[in-house]
């Protein structure tokens, strides 16, 4: 295809030749679109040893001088977001609209980023001792790892790389292996800029396999975080691994997402929110809408207006004009649709719309009338399968909520201030996302990011999450004569 090749082209991409090269194909024609080297194990050296080097240098470079750094970066990004934007949808598969959306979510982080390199803040108190100074500053920690998934393959990369650089870090990222080419691209357009600097360690990208390069992040003590995106069958061994070395960790890991919707709500906002979260991105984003309560009241009605709205998601190549919904990242992807759809079916479920693959990787947007307590509704199927489930009080939706293991996000449709304010309560949900009036999908960077239970308790991207990627020094200074100690000790020794 002649615009593939001028995308890659202009972004400065050449498909690698060689023998250890891995292939990346576009899931809406099964095509190849071009091949990247894979990494040995002594890139990964020379990727650490790039990290740390540079990191002996990033870290006394003064905050505000490292945001005007990720400052460039945010200008090449605007100047590549058309490219970018196509890239991402092509090898991801989410539509033109999505791929520049995320383009854009980099670009915000950036912004966000340049702001946070003056507000580094510590905290100062009061010493319990005459003459004494007591507070806390916050240092660079060192090269942290990223590794990514292929569902946001650049911005969750930015939102970690970003703000870890204005903290004064190094990244060592692992993208995911669905997804090396929008990650070269990416990481192309930001090493131009920190070349200019004399920072290029300050990024280093590293495409390869798991056993060459994720487990041997996970065990390396010269990355004292790793932030991992992906399943949480994933994260549980990241956290087992690096815990092993008492390293840190910053999880991002799967959402079982779900909306309440109350008989109160305006019903035609509440179709688009559930419209765009349960079928946006073909349900592969960590924060889609998974489960919809309904009240019984409203639920043969709204099931009814859903199903008239998924007719009109016009399925087809993410990069075709009017595509609202394209494929699944790959074959395996479908055959975990396909068994989802079965489990509903064994358990009792009925399929009111779509269920069928259509072929390649494309399948129907699926909605399903469930019961809450079915085992494959506690699991996070990484597909467009929506659950519709009906309620008959709101104590019981909230505790619905709150029953599958994960808890990344949530939201409730409501006019009543009660309701709203209920779910919100430390009785609502417990979720790390809670949404008003809106669907579970498409935060915005400034908030912190995550959420609880077996999404991993991390927080990424904006408010404070900058913490994680620094490390915290309690200081005294004793600036009176004495050597006072503290809780009052006596320690004489004449
Ligand atoms: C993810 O799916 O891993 O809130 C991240 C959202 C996006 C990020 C999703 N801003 O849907």
Known sequence: MSDTTTILERLGIQSYQGGEALHSYNPSTGEAIAAVKLATSSDYEAAVAASTEAFSRWRLVPAPQRGLIVREIAEALREHKQDLGALVSLEMGKILQEGLGEVQEMIDVADFALGLSRQLYGMTTHSERPGHRLYEQWHPLGA???????????????????????????????????????????????????????????????????????????????????????????????????????????????????IILMPDADLDLALRGCLFAAVGTAGQRCTTLRRLFLHRSIADAFRSKLKKAYSQVRIGDSLAAGTLMGPLINARAVANYEQAIQAIRAEGGEIVYGGSVRGGNFVEPTIAVSKHDMRIVAEEVFAPILHTIEFDHLDEAIAWNNEVPQGLSSAIFTTNLKSAEAF???????????????????????????????????????????????????????????????????????
């Open 144 to 258: 942290v790892g990223v590794i990514t998934a292929f569902n946001f393959p650049v911005a969750v990369w930015a939102w970690n790389a970003l703000i870890a650089a204005v903290c004064g870090d190094t990244v060592i990222w692992k993208p995911s292996e669905e997804t090396p080419l929008t990650a070269v691209a990416v990481h192309n357009i930001a090493q131009r800029v920190l070349k200019n600097h004399g920072f290029e360690g300050v990024f280093t990208l590293v495409v390869g396999d798991v056993p060459t390069v994720g487990e041997p992040m996970l065990d390396d003590r010269r990355l004292p975080l790793i932030s991992a995106t992906g399943s949480t069958r994933m994260g549980r061994i990241v956290a087992e691994r690096v815990g092993r070395r008492l390293g840190r960790t910053l999880l991002e890991l799967g959402g079982n997402n779900a």
């Open 424 to 494: 919100l309560s430390p009785r609502g949900s417990d979720c790390g996302i809670a949404n008003v009036n809106m669907g579970t999908s498409g935060a915005e960077i400034g908030g912190a990011f995550g959420g609880e239970k077996d999404t991993g308790g991390g927080r990424e991207s904006g408010s404070d999450s900058w913490k994680a990627y620094m490390r915290r020094q309690t200081v005294t200074i004793n600036h009176s004569d004495a050597l006072l100690l503290a809780q009052g000790i006596e320690f004489n020794f004449d």
